[in-house]
């Protein structure tokens, strides 16, 4: 099954130091697993165009869709046989340590 997940900052996060993985030696756990598809960093939420269709009209707004502290700074697509595997996974990840990782099932597209 096909995961996303999203890479998150964390303003408020508390200190941490624990050791953990970098984000090579993650990718390339899953790479050699099969696990991770495809994956990057994003550009700062400056950097974003939030698109929108009202009353048949095309809005753009520069920036994000909301503002918050926290931002969505990457992403991963994953393949896992199940939940438990993608938290497994995804529980490694630098940024869960200094950030969060959310871990969504894809929905697939049936049309």
Same mark, same amino acid.
């Given at each position: *099954?096909?995961? *996303?997940? %999203?890479? &998150?900052?964390? /303003?408020?996060?508390?200190?941490?130091? &624990?050791? #953990?993985?970098?984000? =090579?030696? $993650?990718? =390339?756990? #899953? =790479?050699?697993r099969g696990i991770r598809q495809q994956g990057d960093r994003l550009r700062p939420p400056a950097d974003a165009t939030t698109v929108r269709?009202? #009353?048949? =009209?095309?809005?753009?707004? !520069? #920036?994000? %869709?909301?503002? /918050?502290?926290? $931002?969505?700074?990457?992403?991963?697509?994953?393949?896992? &046989?199940?939940? !438990?595997? &993608?938290?497994?996974?995804? /529980?490694?990840?630098? *940024?869960?340590? %200094?950030?969060?990782?959310?871990?969504?099932?894809?929905?697939?597209w049936e049309g």
């Open positions: *099954m096909q995961y *996303m997940l %999203f890479i &998150a900052t964390d /303003s408020d996060r508390e200190p941490n130091d &624990a050791p #953990g993985p970098t984000i =090579e030696e $993650w990718c =390339e756990e #899953g =790479e050699r269709i009202r #009353g048949g =009209e095309l809005l753009l707004t !520069d #920036g994000p %869709f909301a503002e /918050s502290k926290e $931002w969505i700074a990457g992403y991963d697509l994953i393949n896992c &046989a199940d939940l !438990d595997e &993608a938290i497994d996974y995804a /529980s490694r990840h630098p *940024m869960a340590r %200094f950030g969060c990782v959310e871990v969504r099932p894809i929905h697939p």
